[in-house]
């Protein structure tokens, strides 16, 4: 397809279970965005790739959040010893140049942690 | 640090009524300003923006004025349609890619 595909559409964790979700930007973009968005606010930023280099991860709540590029496409978005508060819509974004303006979002993974 | 705060919802609107969504910002400096948009089943979107102070955003009939007096950015349309229905996040950024978002206002259009 020609949008940012995320898999999987929804994820049912134990508590303390290990959860990666995945990314696939449209084809070409440099730059990649990891949101998280809670029951009924905003998304809130995690961190942001161009290319393979992770330029900023001021956003990860924890050090059980880890994020990577290896080829400067596909990303992963990994959380270890999921807890309840992981419990969220998480949401990926890609652009092909620096404004905001051409930014494409998926449709996110539905994480929930029982 | 940089926040925005919108208008809590819902809101529920007849066809052909005019919206509005408050939303004003805090952060220093010029932030650019955007209206993002969430149809069920679709991801975000970009309605519109605006860089500077005085610039009016413009898109499918939406306008949004940055106000650097009042740090606002409110949404308007003269005359919604049912199709205009969704969850619509106002948005700042002071760098050319983090976003902080608004919680959303779910806007419901009544036939």
């Known amino acids: 397809g020609a949008g940012v595909s995320q898999s999987p559409r929804y994820k049912v964790a134990k508590r303390g279970q290990d959860v990666a979700l995945r990314c696939d930007p449209i084809s070409g973009h440099v730059s990649l965005f990891w949101y998280q968005q809670a029951l009924g606010q905003g998304p809130e930023f995690l961190t942001y790739f161009q290319n393979e280099a992770q330029l900023d991860k001021s956003g990860l709540p924890s050090d059980r959040f880890f994020a990577e590029r290896p080829e400067g496409s596909v990303s992963t978005l990994k959380i270890q010893r999921t807890q309840q508060e992981d419990s969220a819509v998480y949401l990926c974004?890609?652009?092909?140049?620096?404004?905001?303006?051409?930014?494409?979002f998926g449709s996110g993974t539905q994480l929930s942690v029982l | 640090g940089n926040s925005v705060t919108q208008m809590e919802g819902p809101v529920t609107l007849s066809e052909e009524a005019f919206l509005t969504i408050n939303c004003t910002y805090t952060?220093?400096?010029?932030?650019?300003l955007f209206w993002y948009v969430q149809y069920p089943g679709e991801g975000l979107q970009l309605l519109l923006k605006?860089?500077?102070?005085?610039d009016k955003g413009s898109n499918k009939g939406f306008e949004a004025t940055y106000r650097k007096e009042t740090t606002s950015f409110h949404l308007e349309k003269g005359s919604v349609q049912v199709s205009d229905s969704a969850v619509y996040f106002c948005a700042l950024s002071k760098n050319d890619y983090k976003l902080s978002f608004g919680a959303g206002t779910t806007v419901t259009v009544r036939a």
């Open positions: 605006a860089t500077k102070a005085d």
């Open positions: 952060a220093t400096g010029y932030p650019s």
């Open positions: 974004a890609s652009r092909t140049g620096t404004s905001n303006e051409k930014l494409f």
